[in-house]
């Protein structure tokens, strides 16, 4: 398949790859430029997972960033899900250099982090293909089982889907004026599989999350902050950036005995463990339908096979096309 990233630093990536078949480093400007690269000289520069799906830097002692760049879209498939749980299966033993806080982002200014790979829907369900799906539940249940580290969410661009979903399950959520998620899996006969019904139903109530969920309601950023999805809606980027490192530097400044505590304490809050369990049973009990077969290809053929075009960047509302209801804005 081919892969691509938006960012220039994706070509620095695979330049520098040449050289090492280990993790690559490269210069911090080609990331992450402002003002945080002359506040802190003892930053490291940035290292790549295993499959290049994500980098990581370290802007504050005991804070890491993790920045998503996979793919037109970064979408989330079988590589962007090894890497996820190699970045977070060693957190939950904790150490001096584990970090108390951990910020996501995206090197794509339009995809925070994308859908699942969508041409994955289409093949048999398969032994291999449902191992993907226990690796999702795997990692997501750790972004809250593991109460040492807090794990925030930094959204400016789509996260749709899959990314939703994920979004869903970290401990909080910040974003920014290019913002725009939601689930969309309703209007191709499926459902949000991976988290996403059960965490929207917590955060939402049952009632508005069954209003967004079975009508593919998309959430702008002043919306989702007014619903509680959204710890807080930001209207410049780089105020977003920098308002949620101070936050991050701030906690991680704390004894990681609280924050673990705190966190453990408040985790009576989430859905039951095995809720996700019936997530994927609902979603692979229904996926090779007839009517959902063709509306994942409908969904390939739109999207030019999940580049960024008008209608990935349309999501949400671009979906309504599978039912000629699109007018073709994209907010």
């Known amino acids: 398949m081919q892969r691509w990233c938006v960012s220039i630093s994706t070509l620095a990536f695979h ?18 430029p402002g003002p945080y690269q002359n506040q802190h000289q003892h930053q490291k520069p940035p290292r790549l997972s295993h499959h290049e799906t994500m980098s990581f830097t370290d802007p504050s002692p005991n804070i890491t960033r993790v920045t998503f760049h996979n793919g037109p879209v970064n979408y989330v498939d ?17 150490t001096d250099s584990t970090p108390k806080v951990v910020i996501f982002d995206s090197a794509n200014p339009n995809f925070w982090l994308g859908h699942i ?17 226990v690796d999702y539940i795997r990692f997501t249940q750790l972004l809250q089982n593991i109460t040492s580290t807090i794990f925030i969410a930094e959204i400016d661009g789509r996260a749709f889907g899959a990314g939703n979903e994920i979004a869903a399950q970290m401990d909080m959520r910040f974003v920014g004026p290019r913002a725009h998620t939601g689930s969309f899996e309703e209007a191709l006969g499926l459902v949000a599989g991976g988290g996403g019904q059960t965490y929207m139903g ?13 009508a593919a309601k998309s959430f702008t950023g002043p919306a989702g902050e007014a619903l509680g999805l959204y710890n807080k809606y930001y209207d410049e980027s780089q105020t977003l950036k920098d308002s949620v490192l101070e936050l991050a ?11 673990n505590q705190t966190k453990s304490v408040l985790s009576f809050l989430n859905p039951p463990n095995d809720a996700f369990q019936l997530d994927f049973e609902a979603f692979y009990d229904i996926e090779q339908g007839p009517e959902q077969q063709s509306n994942v290809r409908k969904f390939l053929k739109l999207s030019d096979n999940q580049e960024a075009n008008h209608y990935e960047l349309g999501l949400g509302e671009s ?7 699109w007018d073709g804005g994209i907010e």
């Open 15 to 32: 330049m520098l790859s040449l050289s090492s078949g280990d993790a690559v480093q490269i210069p911090m400007k080609q990331l992450h």
């Open 78 to 94: 079988r590589l962007f899900a090894d890497d996820l749980l190699d970045f977070l299966i060693p957190l939950q033993n904790v």
């Open 117 to 133: 790979d969508m041409t994955t829907l289409k093949t048999p369900i398969t032994d291999e293909k449902k191992q993907l799906g």
């Open 202 to 214: 917590a955060i939402l109530g049952k009632a508005k999350a069954l209003e967004y969920l079975l």
């Open 249 to 259: 530097q701030r906690i991680a400044l704390f004894p990681r005995v609280a924050l």
């Open 319 to 325: 979906v309504m096309a599978l039912y000629d209801r």
